[in-house]
């Protein structure tokens, strides 16, 4: 019975294979229980990382991504260091409170450096004002340690999926895609200090709920501050576009999404937790829905317009096309409308975070 599985303080796998597969109603009980969880642990209150994808150029080819090295129909660019430190103004600007700056894999010198002088000129705008969070995939531990020294104190990388075989499925097996790699780095990045974000796609071909409920207990035994999910999002210049009709149908992958994210608002509380942009992307109340679920951060985008039609990680993506003051208005009131409320000028940083730091030290 769905109202026992609710009740529990534990989810065990199989309650949560059981959460995944509700409908109708049953699903609607689910979204109600994370919400009322999020509202009485956390509050109504939304946090905000604007957006800044600063590259598209990327070493690896992971067999899902439009950007991947191997698609040569892709025009790349890199911001300039004045153009980045620019959006993290315009952050500042606008009282977002915090930059999320994503990129494209690289390891050379050059990037790590530049993006060294680009956390201290940001951590200059109106001395530290603003939260760095940084998504620029595997990395050494001594460059992550340099850049969490050079101010940045959140970073995302998602794991894709826990489960190997999948991993495998999905990227190409060589040692530029190495699963065991990507968990060293999550535990780098943990042992470091970092709140650390982790996360997946969520109907992936090949993916099954018991490998999904694996996901979750994957998040919760690393302990991970911040969790992005969102629906795959199948890109016709990459190789796991063939497999488009062996996937979930698109409300089918939201729903999942939805899903996904409130069992993990039931089984992490306090944790941070993205409203994807893949989730507006198919469908126009996505954004809203994963709120309604147990999400509480939504990244609107500052990438300067002339760029973002090449950072396409998959296609048709939302607010491509507007402008970052239009985005602006347009989330306070799609905030407000859903009985939620847009925290300005803060960092927002993970409560769960917080809460074991102050615990430890
Ligand atoms: N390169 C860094 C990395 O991979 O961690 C950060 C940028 S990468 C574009 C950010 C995320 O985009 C990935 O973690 C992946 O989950 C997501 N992504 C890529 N292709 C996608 C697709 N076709 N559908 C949905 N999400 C996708
Ligand atoms: Fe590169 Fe990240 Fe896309 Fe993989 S997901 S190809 S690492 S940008």
Same mark, same amino acid.
């Given at each position: ?18 959460? *995944? ?18 509202? +009485? ?12 994808? @600063? ?24 911001? +300039? ?12 600007? *606008? ?29 200059? $705008? ?30 995302? =990388?998602?794991?894709? #999926? ?20 990507? =968990?060293?780095? $999550? ?13 997946? %796609?969520?109907?992936? /071909?090949?993916?099954? +709920? ?15 501050? @911040? ?6 999002? &199948? ?8 497999? #488009?009709?062996? $996937? /979930?149908?698109?409300?089918?992958? !939201?729903?999942?999404? *939805?899903? @996904? ?5 039931? %089984? @992490? ?15 126009? !109340? ?5 709120? !309604?679920?147990?999400?509480?951060? $939504? %990244? /609107?985008?500052?990438? &300067? ?6 950072? =396409?990680?998959? &296609? ?7 402008? /970052? ?9 799609? !905030? ?26």
């Amino acid at each position: 019975m769905i109202q026992d599985i609710l009740k529990k303080s534990v989810l065990e796998k199989e309650d949560i294979v059981h959460l *995944l597969a509700t409908q109708g109603e049953e699903m609607k009980m689910l979204l109600k229980k994370a919400l009322e969880t999020k509202l +009485s642990r956390l509050d109504n209150r939304i946090h905000l990382r604007g957006l800044i994808e @600063m590259s598209n150029i990327c070493r690896k080819s992971c067999l899902y991504c439009g950007v991947r090295s191997d698609n040569r129909k892709v025009e790349r660019y890199t911001l +300039s260091e004045d153009e980045v430190v620019e959006c993290a103004k315009l952050a500042h600007k *606008l009282g977002y409170g915090s930059v999320a700056i994503q990129s494209g894999e690289r390891n050379d010198a050059a990037f790590v450096e530049s993006i060294t002088r680009i956390l201290h000129r940001i951590k200059e $705008i109106d001395n530290g004002a603003l939260g760095v969070t940084l998504s620029l995939g595997e990395q050494s531990e001594d460059v992550y340690r340099q850049w969490f020294e050079a101010g940045a104190h959140r970073y995302l =990388l998602r794991i894709e #999926s826990s489960n190997e075989e999948l991993y495998y499925k999905i990227h190409p097996h060589d040692e530029r895609h190495d699963f065991h790699k990507r =968990l060293a780095c $999550i535990d780098s990045l943990l042992r470091i200090g970092y709140q650390t974000g982790t996360g997946v %796609m969520v109907g992936l /071909p090949f993916q099954t +709920s018991e490998i999904l409920a694996d996901d979750l207990l994957f998040f919760k035994e690393k302990d991970v501050a @911040m969790v992005g999910m969102g629906p795959f999002i &199948p890109h016709p210049d990459t190789p796991l576009y063939q497999y #488009s009709d062996q $996937i /979930p149908t698109i409300e089918e992958r !939201m729903n999942l999404t *939805l899903k @996904m994210i409130a069992i993990l608002r039931l %089984m @992490m509380p306090e944790i941070n937790m993205v409203a994807a942009t893949a989730n507006q992307t198919i469908d126009p !109340m996505g954004r809203e829905k994963a709120i !309604m679920a147990g999400a509480n951060v $939504i %990244m /609107p985008n500052l990438t &300067p317009n002339e760029y973002r039609e090449d950072y =396409l990680i998959y &296609p048709d993506k939302a607010c491509v096309s507007d402008k /970052p003051e239009e985005c602006f208005s347009c989330l306070d009131i799609r !905030m407000k409308a859903i009985g939620h409320e847009i925290l300005y000028n803060a960092w927002g940083d993970s409560v769960a975070f917080t809460k074991k730091k102050a615990a430890t030290t």
